[in-house]
């Protein structure tokens, strides 16, 4: 008899944990985009997914050349090795947090000291130069290609004379407020299933570009405008099947594709966070997932680069 009421116990409890499993999953995809992107933001930008460098070089005359992390190495054992300071590459690759180079990580290397910084969505010149303690006047003269009504996020500055920025310091969490507020928003829930750049096509096998991210939260989840815009396009078009695709002014849109639902009209103006379509596998898809993509007149770029981390 008591083995028998243990059995029922067992059974019960079993049955218990799997309803709280349930409830914590359908409170999972009932959860707004934006109220977990602290929990699953995309990985740190790479140098590889940096913007093009020709312009900062010709106007700067810095050189960059790229190195790739060896088993052991550090940052201060890298900077000796190219008569730099550690300071110097923290900086330009994105560092300021004390860690060290995963093997084979691939790093950008300058051919002179001095502190870089890597603009993100929201932070203007003026922002920059008075969280780095340097004059606006320093920065424009040091980056002479470089002005508000062109920055873009992606773009590097070099600062010499800066003061270098950890993680922790309040001037640094300063600018990173300014992303958090004005950057996009990740569009829906879920892992990050695809990266932006050079890829095996999963239907084609063929190396080719891939011009998003794949975010693969499952089949219905809500997709959200990633930032304030208009709707310029809502319908099915070639390979991106059902698509919806945001104006957001200054020669910058986001598409949002493979959708199941498109929730918006043409014309319509959407706010960011507003629920705008379901994700689906419409269009040249293995499954269900949303495309994601950001375009500076009409080119592609990397949407880390813009999303709120």
Not at 25 to 42: D, N
Request: proline share 5%; with cysteine.
């Amino acid at each position: 008899m008591d083995s028998f009421v243990r059995r029922i116990y067992l059974c019960v409890a079993v049955l218990l944990a799997l309803l709280w499993f349930g409830m914590l999953a359908l409170a999972v995809h009932a959860m707004k985009p934006e109220m977990l992107f602290l929990t699953s933001a995309p990985a740190p930008v790479s140098p590889e997914n940096l913007s093009d460098l020709s312009s900062f070089e010709e106007g700067s005359g810095i050189r960059f050349s790229t190195y790739h992390a060896q088993d052991g190495d550090t940052f201060s054992g890298i900077a000796q090795k190219f008569h730099l300071s550690e300071q110097t590459l923290r900086s330009l690759n994105q560092a300021n947090d004390n860690t060290q180079p995963e093997t084979g990580a691939l790093l950008l290397i300058p051919s002179k000291d001095g502190i870089f910084h890597m603009v993100r969505p929201g932070q203007s010149l003026a922002d920059i130069a008075r969280a780095y303690g340097v004059s606006l006047g320093e920065v424009l003269q040091s980056n002479p290609q470089r002005g508000d009504s062109d920055l873009k996020p992606g773009d590097i500055l070099y600062l010499p004379g800066a003061a270098y920025l950890t993680r922790q310091d309040l001037r640094w969490l300063a600018l990173v407020s300014l992303t958090t507020q004005k950057g996009f928003l990740k569009p829906t829930t879920g892992r990050f299933a695809d990266g932006f750049g050079m890829r095996l096509h999963p239907i084609t096998h063929k190396m080719e570009f891939h011009q998003g991210l794949d975010l693969a939260p499952g089949w219905g989840a809500r997709v959200v405008a990633s930032q304030d815009g208009q709707v310029i396009f809502a319908g099915i078009r070639a390979g991106y099947g059902r698509l919806i695709i945001l104006d957001h002014g200054q020669s910058l849109t986001s598409w949002y594709a493979h959708l199941d639902e498109i929730l918006v009209k043409l014309g319509q103006k959407v706010s960011r966070g507003e629920l705008i379509g379901k994700v689906g596998d419409s269009g040249r898809t293995t499954g269900p997932h949303l495309h994601f993509e950001v375009r500076l007149n009409g080119k592609p770029r990397n949407p880390l680069l813009y999303l709120v981390q």
